[in-house]
């Protein structure tokens, strides 16, 4: 028997869950304010990070205010390399909250060594100072009233992209954000497709292959792999809703998957049992009037440093009604 590849199901699976989900997710986990930017007057910071260009159906309606730049090759620049964003995002948890932008910088520079090697220490210092300063900007910027309006979503990222594209030189939004471009951008061209009344059935499936194929093949092989990833998570949610015990979990995964993946999709499943509960925990707290150095103590004891880097975006996750997720 031939049994389907299974992996750890990766954040990418967001692009193949359902369209209103993952277009709210655009916004709360994965574009807005960003997480644990500094605190200024007036200025609120939620969660959030994403980007879009162009793979949009025709009847989109044009809002951005200024097109991104094009995706481009990797840059041969030391500094400007994959996973530079994740590393801004890791120096600035370190950092810690901050009362202003200014004493947030000065913070950097003694843990900027940490995070990036000397012979580009200086340069990522002044770009990690600019991220500060974007942050701050994101702040001021207004959610959508309506996670799942299509229009009000790409209103909310041409803002964004503005504040991008005036913070950062073409080659750093590139390395920064253009990596998640065409995927975010996909997720929003679905999210429009799917709610276009004037589209058959027919209509919509053309449109969707369409804009499936104007993504690039790594993309596009992501994408594949993301719907698998659902369909496990799918099963999964069916497994809970049945009652369904260990031992016959572990029966069907086998039939389908193999022995070996039904064993690590079990150490998943006792995973986020324990992550969930752990969420649990945090939101009770969160209700029972906790002072803010309380919370922060009870997420330092509940959550290691990577997974605070995802505890805002699961929170407004939790947030989002039932229907929509």
Known sequence: MTHRPVTRIPGAALAACGIAAAAALIWWTAGGPAQQAPRTPGAETDSAMAEGTR????????????????????SDDPLLGPGLRDTLEALLHAAGEAPEPGLLKARLEGLIGQFFPPHVATRALALAHRYVDYRVALGRLQAPADLRDP???????????????????????????????????????????????????DQKSAALQQAESALGPALQAQRSEAVAHVGLARQTADFDAQGMDATAR??????????????????????????????????????????????AQLRSELFTPQEQLRLEGAMALRALPAQVR
């Open 55 to 74: 793979a949009r159906s025709p009847a989109t309606p044009a809002v951005w205010d200024a097109p991104a730049p094009p995706v481009a090759a990797a």
């Open 151 to 201: 229009q009000a979503l790409r209103q909310a990222l041409a803002a964004r992209q503005k504040v991008r594209m005036a913070a950062f030189e073409p080659d750093e939004y590139q390395a920064l954000f253009a990596a998640d471009a065409q995927m975010d951008e996909y997720l929003l061209s679905r999210l429009e497709i799917e709610r276009d009344p004037s589209l058959t059935a």
């Open 250 to 295: 572990f029966s069907a995964r086998s039939a389908e998957y193999g022995a070996e993946a039904a064993q690590r999709l079990a150490q998943m499943d006792t995973q986020d049992r324990q992550w969930q509960g752990r969420l649990d925990q945090y939101q009770a707290a969160m209700g029972s009037g906790y002072s803010s150095a309380r919370l």
